[in-house]
């Protein structure tokens, strides 16, 4: 096996015999490679990215269990109005540009204008069966800009669109729960009383053809003030009608019974900043004015403190898979990682590639490589 080190201190043209020589030795001399596999499946990826290229590509290959990554939808500060797709790989530390989405139709977002001084135009995406789904913006007429969903598979590293939605709209309540993508409420080209009551779900993982099915609708249009994030939580949909620390409504949706339910008044009282449920089981919340994360007791009907951080004013969106919860920062200006599994929880952060503010994060497995560059360095 090829020394990983001698393939970085030597010169170019050497490092290029090492990684050719290193592609074609075995993974464990004197094991077929797919039995090596098996075995070096069971070794966390972290200990096999630092032992050698070979295991390195390994861990990337299509064939190997992805480990999980950080994905991110981010805005440049000079071009205002574009929008990037990102992955961070927690093996690597490094950032790496997604396949873009195809340019027909092109993908046009209003995310800021002169009369939302204070405030971005809000887009819209959710993660849900491992993979990125982005759903709802503002086009430049302020119509909406998505007339159906984009969808990013990571493990196929490409782009799809899904059904035509009934009412393409923007400012919605979007969540996911079971395998499916719940859009409630919203604005369409223009306020209409129906859309706002509207309920409207879409099986990602049916059959191909498969349309937007309408549901049960809302008593009342006072959820389309806003963008947003409606929780799966144990076979419900969960949301209230503003963000923040202001006075609100919460309801649920229950998805087996087709029926709106109140929400319970603990759960609605300590909703005071974004929210996300880890595998739907689990949910937590940032106080963004209180800068600490909290887990919801159901049993009680409470939330408990488990991290204080000034990392977590102002957050503005939450992602939770893996035992890790990722948190925009406000004015997207970062990302911090908060590991509920370990006691007293840990947080760190991630820090964006340059010029880069982050609209939204999301946690699915990684995307595979088909041929990993000859050093670490990111793409």
Not at 67 to 75: D, G, H, I, M, W
Request: proline content about 9%.
């Amino acid at each position: 096996m090829a020394d990983y080190t001698d393939s970085f201190s030597a010169p170019p043209s050497k490092r290029r015999r090492i990684f050719l020589q290193s592609h074609a030795l075995p993974l464990i001399p004197g094991l077929p490679d797919h039995i090596a596999q098996l075995c070096l499946s069971l070794i966390h990826p972290s200990v096999l990215f630092s032992v050698c290229h070979s295991w390195r590509r390994l861990i990337y290959s299509p064939s190997f269990p992805p480990f999980l990554s950080l994905y991110a939808v981010l805005t440049c500060k000079a071009y205002s109005d574009s929008i990037h797709f990102y992955s961070f790989d927690p093996i690597s530390s490094h950032w790496r540009t997604l396949p873009p989405p195809s340019p027909d139709p092109p993908l046009r977002i209003l995310l800021r204008h002169p009369s939302f001084l204070s405030r971005n135009l809000p887009i819209q995406s959710i993660s849900v069966s491992g993979k990125l789904v982005l759903l709802a913006a503002t086009a430049h007429n302020f119509y909406p800009a998505l007339t159906r969903p984009l969808i990013f598979n990571p493990l196929r590293r490409d782009w799809n669109v899904g059904p035509s939605l009934p009412t393409p709209r923007r400012w919605c309540a979007l969540g996911a729960a079971r395998g499916s993508i719940y859009v409630a409420s919203g604005i369409g080209t223009q306020f209409s009383i129906d859309v706002a009551r509207s309920l409207e779900k879409w099986d990602l993982n049916g059959k191909p053809g498969d349309i937007w099915e309408k549901k049960m609708g809302l008593k009342d249009g006072r959820f389309s003030r806003d963008a947003i994030d409606a929780v799966g939580w144990r076979g419900k949909i969960c949301m209230v009608n503003v963000k923040g620390n202001a006075a609100k409504e919460g309801i649920m949706y229950d998805v087996e019974n087709n029926e709106w339910n109140d929400m319970p008044e603990g759960m609605l009282s300590g909703w005071r900043g974004p929210v996300a449920a880890m595998d739907e089981e689990v949910m937590y919340v940032v106080d963004e004015a209180k800068s600490a994360l909290r887990k919801y007791n159901a049993e009680n009907d409470v939330w408990e403190e488990l991290v204080q951080s000034e990392r977590l004013k102002g957050a503005e969106q939450l992602a939770a898979h893996g035992g890790r919860i990722c948190v925009v920062s406000a004015g997207g200006t970062g990302i911090s990682v908060v590991d509920v599994v370990s006691s007293p929880a840990r947080i760190w952060a991630v820090d964006l590639p340059a010029g880069f503010e982050a609209v939204a994060v999301h946690i699915l497995p990684r995307m595979p490589i088909p041929e990993l560059p000859e050093t670490s360095d990111q793409d």
